[in-house]
């Protein structure tokens, strides 16, 4: 934004953002490098894709794009309502769960009030945040030495929660550690912002919970009935593979749901991505299938890279986090040069850092094999 232009004019919370910066595309790379047979590891997709059922069933729908989608997403919220066994006016259907943190902070926070994150939290909240002029208290991650390393530091979380705070946004797991909450500290953790500080509400972000789940992440579906301050969000992007799509929800008390269909656009959910996760619920079996297929391979994974003597974090994911000791920007680049796309973390705070989404066994294989080329280069003297 240059000084003179007319960005200038933006509020000051927006002017005082930094982007988020997104996984690199691979048509980015494949320009950049002039280099093909790229893989991307970085944005934690599901590189199985979508069931066979949903592209029959988005192939269908193709025929109605004229028309406008229904903005209630009635069928997907009866579909989901019963997936879940909650009532359907707990669920608002957003643009990606994305657009739900978003609507979230805009319903929920103004420049007199505060919301509670996470070192090393999910990127996308501190920003949705201080783009409401609000004030974002970052609270320092649990140490090395703790069981959960880099992980949230539920108590002092709920310590830093003061009578301004509206929101505290958590994922479990969490992005872009991977680490998750044990699940009585998480239920406790619940049960005492609810008594404690009933005026703020509780965003408990579960877009990993179907890998989550195979390593004892806790489901809190269950947990909302008795806690009327806990808003739980999940996405189509991960396990159902529809990352594209754009489709997520949010299930809440019917008070937060109704607020939130408030300052919704009328249809920020399209039709084909309706028509997908409709198609997508119904076939877990697809979706068992493939977050198993991913978690074994995770575990293949972190196996090979611990051989190397690379430290990574406990992941409940489908990714982990890599650290390399030394500035991980080489690191990084070596790999781009070899078509092996992976998300730097220097950005979160993490500069020694990569993030690296787990793949089908082929593409898992290319990182595997370029990672020691990578790493003996890097360690050799220079001449
Ligand atoms: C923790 C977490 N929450 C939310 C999202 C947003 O996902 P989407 O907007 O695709 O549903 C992501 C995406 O990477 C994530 O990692």
């Not at 979508?50 to 269908?60: G, L, Y």
């Not at 699940?183 to 989550?212: K, N």
């Not at 066994?361 to 003996?376: C, M, S, T």
């Amino acid at each position: 934004m240059s000084a003179a232009g007319p960005g200038r004019l933006a509020v000051p919370a927006v002017r005082g953002l930094s982007p988020y910066i997104p996984g690199k595309p691979i048509a980015e790379l494949e320009r950049e490098l002039g280099i093909h047979d790229i893989i991307k590891l970085a944005s934690n997709e599901n590189p199985y894709g979508p069931s066979p059922k949903v592209r029959a069933a988005i192939q269908r729908a193709i025929e109605d794009v004229w028309l406008y989608p229904d903005g209630s997403c009635y069928e997907l919220k009866q579909a989901l309502a019963q997936h879940l066994n909650v009532d359907p006016v707990c669920i608002t259907v957003g643009n990606g769960s994305n657009d739900l943190l978003m609507l979230l902070a805009e319903a929920f926070l103004n420049a007199d009030t505060h919301a509670v994150h996470s070192q090393y939290g999910f990127a996308i909240y501190p920003l949705v945040i201080r783009e409401t002029g609000a004030r974002a208290i970052e609270v320092p991650a649990l140490g090395a030495d703790s069981a959960m390393p880099l992980g949230h530091d539920l108590d002092a979380m709920l310590t830093a929660i003061t009578p301004q705070t509206r929101l505290v946004y958590l994922a479990n797991p969490n992005n872009p550690t991977g680490t998750w909450a044990d699940s009585a500290a998480l239920q406790s953790f619940i049960e005492r912002a609810g008594a404690d500080t009933p005026d703020t509400l509780i965003v408990l972000d579960e877009a990993y919970l179907e890998y989550g789940r195979q390593r004892g992440t806790q489901d809190a579906i269950g947990w909302l009935a008795q806690h009327p301050n806990l808003v739980i969000t999940r996405t189509f992007s991960k396990a159902y593979g529809l990352a594209g799509a754009r489709i997520g929800y949010a299930v809440s008390h019917p008070d937060v749901a109704e607020v939130l269909n408030r300052v919704r656009p009328p249809f920020n959910v399209n039709s084909l991505a309706q028509v997908a996760a409709i198609a997508a619920l119904a076939d877990q079996a697809y979706m068992h299938q493939v977050t198993a297929e991913t978690m074994r391979e995770l575990t293949r994974v972190e196996a090979r890279i611990r051989q190397l003597g690379i430290w990574i974090a406990p992941s409940a994911t489908n990714f982990v986090l890599a650290r390399f000791g030394v500035p991980a920007a080489q690191v990084y680049q070596q790999l781009l040069r070899q078509g092996v796309i992976v998300r730097p973390l220097a950005a979160a705070g993490l500069p020694d850092a990569l993030r690296i989404s787990v793949g089908t066994p082929a593409q898992n294989e290319r990182l595997l094999e370029a990672l020691p080329g990578v790493l003996k280069a890097l360690r050799a003297p220079h001449a």
